[in-house]
C-alpha cells in the first residue's frame, strides 16, 4: 500500500543552527499534512499542518515547505534548541477521510 | 484543559489475560482513534471511531476490540493478551472544520508489556 515515510532516520544538529526534516509520500491523493514532535515518554505533539492548495505555511520558529510535484514535505526549524530535540513524524491523509498514515519518524538531537 | 487523558499509564499482563484502557477526551471531538507504536515505527491504527456507537477497523485490529457508548471516551479491550501485544498505546482525537480534516490531539499513552 502507500506510505508515508522520512528520508533520514536521525539528525544531529548544532544548537543554533537551522535543522531540516524531510518527508515523503506516495498517495498523490493526500491532501492534508502535519508535523508532529514526540517527546520521550509522551504522545505526538501538533506542531503545524498544511493543505494541498498551499506550498508554504510558517509557525513560531517553523516552516513546512510542500512540493505536490515531487511528493515531498519539509520541515524547518529555526534557530534549534535543546527543547527540540524530539522525534519529529509527519503525517497525511486525503480529502475528508480523517485517518492518518504516519511515517517511522526522525529523531533530532540537539549538540551544545 | 485535559484534552485526551488515558489511563492507566503503565501496565503488566501475563499471556491470557485481559484488560482494558480508557481514553477521555474534553474536546467534544467525533472521532477518536486508537494506535499502538512499537521500538522504530510510527503509529499505526488499531481501531477508530467517527461518532458514538461506531467503531471501524484500522491497519491492525486483529487481537483488539474497541466500544464507543459515550462521546467523550473510546476503550480499547485485550481479550486474551499475546506477548506480540506488548506496545506503546495511544489515544487520539479529532474534528472536521466543515469538510476539512483538523490535526488529531494525542494522549500520552499506555505503555502495556505482555510476559
Known amino acids: 500500500g502507500e506510505s508515508v515515510g522520512l528520508h533520514l532516520p536521525t539528525l544531529s544538529v548544532q544548537e543554533g543552527d537551522n535543522s531540516i526534516i524531510n518527508c515523503a509520500y506516495s498517495?498523490?491523493?493526500?491532501?492534508?499534512f502535519i508535523w508532529y514532535k514526540q517527546e520521550s515518554g509522551k504522545g505526538p505533539q501538533f506542531i503545524i499542518d498544511?493543505?494541498?492548495?498551499?506550498d508554504k505555511r510558517q509557525g513560531q520558529r517553523v516552516t513546512v515547505l510542500l512540493n505536490k510535484t515531487v511528493k515531498h514535505l519539509s520541515l524547518q526549524i529555526a534557530a534549534t534548541q535543546p527543547g527540540d530535540s524530539a522525534v519529529y513524524f509527519c503525517?497525511?491523509?486525503?480529502?475528508?477521510?480523517?485517518?492518518?498514515?504516519f511515517g517511522a519518524g526522525t529523531t533530532v538531537t540537539v549538540r551544545a | 484543559n485535559a484534552g485526551v487523558t488515558q489511563t492507566p499509564k503503565f501496565r503488566v499482563l501475563k499471556t491470557g489475560q485481559s484488560m482494558t484502557l480508557l481514553c477521555a477526551q474534553d474536546m467534544n471531538h467525533e472521532y477518536m482513534y486508537w494506535y499502538r507504536q512499537d521500538p522504530g515505527m510510527g503509529l499505526r491504527l488499531i481501531h477508530y471511531s467517527v461518532g458514538e456507537g461506531t467503531t471501524a477497523k484500522g491497519e491492525v485490529p486483529d487481537g483488539y476490540n474497541v466500544s464507543r457508548l459515550k462521546k467523550q471516551n473510546f476503550l480499547l479491550g485485550l481479550e486474551s493478551a499475546a506477548p506480540s501485544q506488548t506496545s506503546v498505546y495511544f489515544c487520539?482525537?479529532?474534528?472536521?472544520?466543515?469538510?476539512?480534516?483538523?490535526?488529531?490531539?494525542f494522549g500520552d499513552g499506555t505503555r502495556l508489556s505482555i510476559l
Open positions: 498544511i493543505r494541498s492548495n498551499m
Open positions: 498517495n498523490s491523493a493526500s491532501d492534508y
Open positions: 487520539a482525537s479529532s474534528t472536521q472544520t466543515g469538510a476539512l480534516n483538523q490535526p488529531q490531539h
Open positions: 503525517a497525511e491523509t486525503g480529502f475528508n477521510d480523517y485517518k492518518l498514515s
